[in-house]
């Protein structure tokens, strides 16, 4: 079983607070991702992380930066929530090499800006 | 660009029937595949993967997929459902060249299996 926790698992926040999604891993992965995902659509990579210190935005633009300071530790903030945030975000990571492997998902968190 | 594309949005069917969930992908290069499984308020579960081999993959809780290149195509298959198999079904792909995958997902829109007493 995977070894990949999000806090908190629910949010309900007033627009222009700062907030931050936890997520850490037990598994020692390089690779680390947070996607976002809408109900009933696809998930939308929005930042990646190859290592510590490595960070890069994802396919899907968003006002949410990321930090990885510790291999284990790869936190996702907004600085000023808006509705338009509202979502369900979802971390995973997966080992590092030249191939891909599977990767493996967090419980996410669900985000309401109100 | 990538894409995945899950061709249905809804599969209804009825308890101990076969399932078919259909995924085709655009490519131009060599890629992994794979199928998740997302229970409600919960995070993705892998089901199945195929890296290379074999194109017939049998994964977790009776699921098996069949990669077809010349399709572009990875369909997901049950003989026989059950109650608990209800759940949201996503498509991935791995897109790599010259022997690097940079791990990143492209992610079909979910296809929606319910199954009905």
């Known amino acids: 079983e995977a070894d990949i926790y999000q806090t908190p698992r629910y949010l309900v926040i007033g627009t222009g607070k700062k907030i931050t999604l936890e997520c850490s891993q037990t598994?020692?992965?390089?690779?680390m991702y947070w996607y976002q995902q809408d109900p009933g659509m696809e998930l939308h990579l929005i930042h990646y992380?190859?290592?510590?210190?490595?960070?890069e935005k994802g396919d899907l633009s968003s006002e949410s930066t990321v930090s990885r300071i510790r291999t284990e530790h790869f936190p996702l903030t907004l600085e000023s929530a808006r509705p338009s945030h509202t979502s369900q975000y979802l971390c995973a990571s997966t080992r590092g090499g030249t191939g891909s492997y599977e990767q493996y998902f967090g419980p996410g968190t669900r985000l309401t800006v109100t | 660009a990538q894409s995945v594309t899950q061709l249905d949005s809804q599969v209804p069917v009825f308890e101990e029937a076969p399932v078919e969930l259909r995924c085709n992908y655009s490519s131009s290069v060599s890629v992994y595949l794979f199928w998740y499984v997302q229970y409600p308020n919960q995070g993705l579960q892998l089901l199945l993967k195929y890296l290379s081999g074999s194109t017939l993959v049998k994964g977790i809780n009776g699921f098996e997929a069949e990669f077809n290149k010349s399709q572009t195509s990875f369909h997901l298959r049950k003989p026989s459902v059950h109650i608990s198999d209800t759940a949201e079904y996503f498509c991935a792909v791995s897109y790599f060249a010259g022997g690097t995958s940079y791990g990143k997902l492209t992610f079909g829109q979910g296809t929606i299996l319910t199954v009905h007493p």
């Open positions: 992380s190859y290592g510590v210190n490595s960070t």
């Open positions: 598994m020692g992965h390089d690779k």
